[in-house]
């Protein structure tokens, strides 16, 4: 069995929006919370995968990809995507297909939109300090092999190359395996809130947690 870690390339796209729906809900399959898997993913991975491709890396087991780390070196530049791009092109295509009105998708669209407006929660920034951000999902067979800390390390080394020192990410509170995951790799806890729209199996609201990190200066090294 080969096992590597290696850059994004754009072959590895499906692959990506495949692992993406498989753990879109707490590691677990999202299609019980959300049916339309073309705009999860698009929602989730489309700027790392068609517009700033070239922070990202992969998992390759056996010539097949199960995991990811999705990168992004410059958070302002995402955000100011979010508020055009994603508003004229993957939220109309969402709306040409349907997904305000159909049962498997409706739902949570109309809770987010509620929760949102009530709530104004506040993602995507962690200030100055802390320009990068990632996200990072395993299928099944990938976990607990090591293969998380090793997408980490060359992230890591990419960030320090371009002279980056501070790097956040977004998780879900309640998500433990992935809290611990994280603190494991020198992650800290900095702002918990409600998260609009997702709720636990129960029904109960759910808390999105950023995490930060500070990496050590190799200066002189």
């Not at 993602?123 to 998380?148: C, W």
């Not at 790097?167 to 994280?182: C, D, I, K, R």
């Not at 808390?207 to 200066?219: A, D």
């Amino acid at each position: 069995m080969t096992t590597t870690c290696r850059p994004y390339v754009p072959g590895d796209r499906e692959a990506v929006r495949h692992i993406c729906n498989e753990t879109g809900h707490l590691g677990d399959p999202i299609d019980p919370y959300f049916s339309d898997r073309e705009v999860f993913a698009d929602l989730h991975s489309f700027y790392y995968t068609d517009v700033a491709s070239d922070s990202s890396f992969v998992i390759e087991d056996d010539g097949e990809v199960i995991g990811y780390l999705l990168g992004c070196l410059d958070s302002v530049r995402y955000r100011a995507w979010v508020k055009s791009d994603l508003e004229a092109r993957i939220l109309k295509r969402a709306f040409a297909r349907g997904v305000f009105l159909r049962p498997g998708t409706a739902p949570l669209v109309w809770r987010f939109v509620v929760d949102w407006l009530r709530e104004k929660p506040h993602f995507g920034d962690a200030g100055d300090e802390y320009p990068a951000h990632l996200h990072i999902n395993l299928l099944p067979r990938g976990r607990k092999r090591g293969l998380g800390g090793l997408l980490i390390k060359n992230y890591f080394e990419l960030l320090r190359a371009n002279g980056l020192s501070g790097v956040f990410l977004e998780t879900t509170a309640e998500n433990t395996n992935a809290v611990g995951f994280f603190k494991s790799q020198g992650f800290v806890e900095d702002e918990k809130s409600l998260a609009p729209g997702v709720r636990a199996a129960d029904g109960s609201r759910l808390h999105g947690l950023r995490m930060i990190q500070k990496l050590p200066s190799t200066q002189g090294v």
